[in-house]
């Protein structure tokens, strides 16, 4: 590569810009104080500098471009300039899954995250194998993995709770799409074919644990109301590769997968 192509590609990488979500609310002037933790991202990890370009989202009013304004150990502010995208909702679209060892856990909230869910719902059943769920790490990796995928909102993570308490209390206009890889049950495409024009509807998707449902608990989702089994194909997937695999066919067929993003503002 030339001088001049390095050159060029050095000046696109410095136009990358870090982009942060925020609690509070955003408009043109203010001014934002960060916390320790962001503070120090930014300082020690990313090390930036005063006059730092970044890009700042709170799930309510856009994304807007910010300069790091002043920054010292343990606190930084930032200045919030012109808005760059309106705030544009998201898929109704929740995961519920059966928590799973740790480097999987993360890497599915991550995907997840990427794949448009806005609620990430833990659940505990009879074959789950982690007996307690870390809810502010799963929070922080949902807020990481929404700041890296562009996303302008950050997906609810509600604390683990046992399946049937979760399905007691369930809105019963949202369709639960149970991945289940026992008994008949139609493919997950064909579902999802037959529900076209439904994409504004509420939808959930429900992943079982590594050792799959128990019968007693299969037989019990196949009675309510708003269940629709469906099959996931021949083979047994694990449990983070079948919640990856659900929600991009979901996109895919009735979400934003095909459509074109929001085009920045200027």
């Given at each position: 590569?030339?001088n001049?192509?390095w050159?060029?590609?050095?000046?696109q990488?410095?136009?990358?810009e870090?982009?942060?979500?925020v609690?509070?609310?955003?408009?043109?002037?203010?001014?934002?104080?960060?916390?320790?933790?962001?503070?120090?991202?930014l300082r020690?990890?990313?090390?930036?500098?005063r006059?730092?370009?970044?890009?700042?989202f709170?799930g309510?009013?856009?994304?807007?471009?910010?300069?790091?304004?002043a920054?010292?150990?343990?606190w930084?502010?930032?200045?919030v300039?012109?808005?760059?995208?309106?705030q544009?909702?998201?898929?109704?679209?929740?995961?519920?899954?059966?928590?799973?060892?740790?480097a999987?856990l993360?890497?599915l909230?991550?995907?997840?995250?990427?794949l448009?869910?806005s609620?990430?719902?833990p659940?505990?059943?009879?074959?789950?194998?982690?007996s307690?769920?870390?809810?502010?790490?799963?929070?922080a990796?949902?807020?990481?993995?929404?700041?890296q995928?562009e996303?302008?909102s950050?997906?609810?993570?509600?604390?683990?709770?046992?399946l049937?308490?979760?399905m007691?209390?369930?809105?019963?206009?949202?369709?639960?799409?149970?991945?289940?890889?026992r008994?008949a049950?139609?493919?997950?495409?064909?579902?999802l074919?037959?529900a076209a024009?439904?994409?504004?509807?509420?939808?959930?998707?429900?992943v079982?644990?590594?050792?799959?449902?128990?019968?007693?608990e299969?037989?019990?989702?196949?009675?309510?109301?708003?269940?629709?089994?469906?099959?996931l194909g021949?083979?047994?997937?694990?449990?983070?590769?079948?919640?990856?695999?659900?929600?991009?066919?979901?996109?895919?067929?009735l979400?934003d997968?095909?459509?074109?993003?929001?085009?920045?503002?200027?």
């Amino acid at each position: 590569m030339s001088n001049g192509n390095w050159r060029s590609l050095a000046k696109q990488v410095e136009r990358v810009e870090t982009r942060l979500y925020v609690e509070e609310s955003l408009q043109a002037g203010v001014t934002l104080g960060l916390d320790h933790a962001r503070a120090h991202f930014l300082r020690s990890v990313l090390r930036l500098k005063r006059g730092a370009r970044i890009a700042v989202f709170n799930g309510r009013d856009g994304e807007w471009a910010a300069r790091l304004d002043a920054l010292g150990k343990g606190w930084a502010s930032l200045v919030v300039g012109d808005r760059r995208r309106a705030q544009e909702p998201g898929p109704d679209l929740w995961l519920v899954f059966v928590p799973i060892k740790r480097a999987r856990l993360d890497f599915l909230v991550e995907k997840a995250v990427e794949l448009g869910v806005s609620r990430l719902q833990p659940a505990m059943t009879r074959h789950t194998a982690v007996s307690r769920v870390n809810q502010e790490r799963l929070a922080a990796n949902a807020r990481e993995a929404a700041e890296q995928c562009e996303r302008l909102s950050v997906p609810e993570v509600g604390e683990a709770r046992p399946l049937f308490d979760i399905m007691g209390d369930w809105p019963t206009e949202r369709r639960l799409l149970v991945c289940s890889e026992r008994g008949a049950a139609e493919p997950l495409s064909v579902v999802l074919q037959t529900a076209a024009g439904c994409a504004q509807a509420p939808w959930a998707i429900l992943v079982g644990p590594e050792g799959g449902f128990a019968r007693s608990e299969l037989d019990g989702l196949l009675k309510l109301p708003f269940v629709t089994p469906v099959g996931l194909g021949p083979r047994i997937l694990r449990a983070d590769t079948a919640a990856i695999f659900a929600l991009a066919c979901w996109q895919a067929f009735l979400g934003d997968g095909a459509t074109r993003p929001a085009m920045r503002e200027t």
